[in-house]
């Protein structure tokens, strides 16, 4: 039913105010036909003066009534216009009758007989008859008598005068009880108009909320109906899907059992019939059902949200045999009524799942330990006679330079060269495996970044020079030490300043630390060069072991791939971030964040860093070395 429209509340009284503005609007009703009235009062008074009534100064008597009638009547065509506002009716009134009584002291002054003032008689009569405000009145009159007054003093205390004096002083005692009598008499009748009103406003308000709660009723009702039908519904849907689950599913009361699906029968070895009654407790192995007792009649899922999901216990078949079996428990209702659902999972291959893979798993870290002991060990085997060989063809080289011919002495430098190239791969597997094998040892220390960034420039500034790139660093002056490992920072460094002179055929290489300004806390290193780049999809492929943009950049450059995976992981032994960013054929930039929780995101001027999620570090690196 649509809503009722909304009525004004009933006022408890009348006011005196109230009074007021409902008496000045019967005045301001009562204007027009007064004006009308007086209009033709002063259009025949116009020629009465001027053929009939006998006045030395008929003249003007006729023109000041003339000009009383157009008044009056150009008033009435401005209420005809524009009625009057509301709260100025008692001051337009007051207007006219000042207006009349002007007309009639200028009769009285240029007459000069006693009689002319009956006209001001008549006014002070009509005021008491027409107004309805006691000030208003009180202006009119008091300005009537004063008027009379100052025309009739050189005459006083001739008889006539005396007596339309007297007159003139009852006719305003009359006026004013009449004027008393009225406004009594329209203040009691509109005091009743305005209660009859409220009372017919409250009975409208009554009929309204009769109606509405009516309406109300018959809403909640219906919706009683639909939610009796809709949880009818919803009982009946939750029934087939327990029919269709594969897991048990009970319905149970005050710790008995009221119904179950098929499934809940099957896996318990009975039928439903046999088990509606039961305790449900009895589902339990006798060891554990204390601890069930609490979840499925204490709290549970439906009563506790924040107690467990479910509970592992080993139940118990009806044939007496035992299962592995998690529970689950909701509150719900049954045929209306409050209750409360198992729901009972067989986890036999769960839990053989589980044994299985906690084996394979053990294996697999045992494997992981074995290859990491193998790979160190290898590693330090292998070392040993690659610095004999590489010390004996440095001592031929320095000693037999001269005597050797051309082809021997480069087979000498190969011998050099490969060996050099393959000591560096052993030191870089044995990194790895360290670090697989979390032996890495990392010492906390201030670190001057200047001086660091110096080091680093001298130590590459050959390679710099050989290949005509310029090596350049951006160093703040106020600049605070970094807490960091030396040697690893320093190592990390290397090995990105040598790949970006490996990667760049022009330009040059600069080492960059940002800090926060006037605090000089340095926030982040960045190596930032002038090469080949890197396309978006490598971008964070180029940190996994063994890996390189494509085959053809091993072949042109040369390295192993795995300085930046033992650098990144350098730094997060650190505590610090390693990241890249970089366009194609443009150069890349790649960043060590010292901060990076300071401020997530930002790339030390601005922009945003192309952080990804890494791949974990672990047996994967080692896998990497010696796959299978």
Known sequence: ??????????????????????????????????????????????????????????????????????????????????????????????????????????????????????????????????????????????????????????????????????????????????????????????????QHRVRQIELESALDQTERARSEGEDARKAMETAIVQVKESEERFRRLAEATFEGVLFYRRGLILDANPRAAQLLRVSVSQMVGDPVLNLVAPEHRNRAEGFLLGSGRGRDPSGPDTLEVEGRRYDGTFLPAELSVVDSLYQGDPARVLVIRDVTNQKRAERMLRRALEEAEANSRAKSSFLANMSHELRTPLNSVIGFANILLKRQSESLPARELDYLRRIQTNGEHLLALIEDILDLSKIDAQRMEVVREPVPLDELTEEVVRMLDLQARRRSLELATEVPANLRPAIADHRRLRQVLLNLVGNALKFTQEGGVTI?????????????????????????????????????????????????????????????????????????????????????????????????????????????????????
């Open 1 to 194: 039913m649509a809503a009722s429209a909304e009525r004004p509340e009933p006022r408890p009284g009348y006011g005196a105010g109230e009074v007021s503005v409902s008496l000045d609007r019967n005045v301001a009703e009562a204007l027009p036909p007064v004006l009308a009235a007086l209009t033709l009062v002063y259009a025949t008074l116009v020629p009465a003066h001027l053929f009939v009534l006998e006045y030395a100064a008929a003249s003007q008597l006729a023109l000041g009534c003339a000009i009383g009638a157009g008044l009056m009547g150009a008033g009435l065509v401005a209420l005809r216009v524009a009625p009057i506002p509301a709260g100025r009716g008692h001051p337009a009134a007051t207007a006219l009758a000042l207006l009349v009584l002007a007309l009639s002291v200028l009769h009285l002054y240029l007459g000069g007989v006693p009689r002319e003032t009956t006209t001001i008689v008549l006014l002070v009569l009509g005021v008491g008859l027409f107004f309805l405000d006691w000030g208003w009145f009180s202006i009119v009159v008091g300005a009537s008598l004063a008027s009379w007054l100052a025309v009739a003093a050189p005459n006083l205390p001739d008889p006539d005068w005396l007596h339309f004096g007297i007159t003139l002083a009852i006719a305003t005692v009359l006026s004013g009880t009449v004027l008393k009598v009225r406004r009594a008499n329209l203040t009691r009748m509109e005091q009743l108009r305005t």
């Open 512 to 628: 960059r630390v940002v800090s926060d300004g006037d605090a000089g806390r340095p926030l982040r290193i960045e190596v930032e060069d002038t090469g080949i780049g890197i396309p978006e999809a490598e971008l964070e492929e180029v940190f996994s072991p063994f890996h390189q943009i494509d085959g053809s950049q091993a072949r042109s450059f040369g390295g192993t791939g795995l300085g930046l995976a033992i650098s990144r992981s350098l730094c997060e032994l650190m505590g610090f971030e390693l990241g890249a960013r970089s366009r194609v054929g443009q150069g890349s930039t790649f960043f060590v964040d010292l901060d990076p929780t300071g401020s997530p995101g930002s790339d030390g001027r601005g922009g945003q860093s192309d952080r990804r999620p890494r791949p974990e570090s672990g047996n994967g690196a080692i896998d990497a070395v010696l796959p299978g």
